[in-house]
């Protein structure tokens, strides 16, 4: 029986992977780098310090990082300001199931705490949530399990009774390291052959996910009846 789930939050609770693609396609530009959005392939999942690294790997050591940080942050705000947060479909149904089964619930995000709780907060979500743990609290960012593991510690649960939701290879690769059931639900990556063997289930959107729980009543120990099977 699931007595804990965790949310990843980028491109999994919000549509702000795409977001940031086109910021940094647009700051990419500005800079004289060109079009940078495809690199979000390669660093979806890693916190700040190995993103940064990817970076001036692939550019070179002298690479700005932190003033294309700051740039694209500041697009990114521009975008939220004028549209608002993109909020995945079944984000609110799927809270509030897992609200009524009377689950434990954590964030395991590779973004800062400060923007994390800021993107929680401005969709009335942060409040739902027993733990959010964040990249800077950890030593090693996904793939590695630590984020996954602190945070089933956060919530007093064992990680084999606790469920993923992820959308990111480095994501699922942390949470199945930690000894965690995932369900994936894509976002910028659908192509899940490279993690299939790590995967509970795979569901087209958090509305599939709630609507599992409510098919499966208080046992959750089967695998997903609604789930695209692995």
């Not at 392939?41 to 790997?57: I, P, S, V």
């Not at 479909?89 to 434990?104: I, P, T």
Request: hydrophobic residues 40%; contains cysteine.
């Amino acid at each position: 029986m699931f007595q804990a789930v965790v949310f990843d939050m980028d491109g999994l609770m919000f549509d702000t992977e795409r977001m940031i693609q086109r910021s940094w396609d647009v700051v990419g530009v500005r800079m004289g780098f060109g079009k940078m959005g495809k690199d979000i392939y390669h660093t979806l999942g890693l916190n700040n310090a190995e993103r940064e690294r990817y970076f001036k790997d692939t550019y070179g050591e002298d690479f700005p990082y932190l003033e294309f940080r700051e740039n694209y942050r500041a697009e990114v705000h521009r975008d939220t300001v004028e549209n608002g947060t993109p909020v995945k479909k079944g984000l609110y149904e799927l809270l509030e199931v897992l609200r009524e089964k009377k689950l434990r619930l954590a964030v395991a995000t590779s973004s800062s705490y400060e923007s994390a709780a800021r993107l929680l907060e401005e969709t009335a979500v942060f409040d739902y949530f027993d733990a959010v743990v964040t990249g800077n609290m950890v030593e090693h960012s996904k793939p590695a399990p630590d984020i996954y593991e602190k945070a089933c510690t956060a919530l007093g649960v064992s990680p084999e009774y606790a469920l993923a939701l992820e959308d990111s290879y480095n994501g699922i690769r942390s949470a199945h390291a930690a000894g965690m059931k995932v369900i994936m639900i894509p976002d910028l990556l659908t192509d899940s052959a490279c993690v299939d063997d790590l995967l509970y289930g795979k569901m087209d959107s958090l509305s599939e996910v709630a609507e599992m729980f409510r098919k499966n009543g208080d046992d959750h120990s089967g695998q997903p009846s609604c789930a695209k099977q692995i």
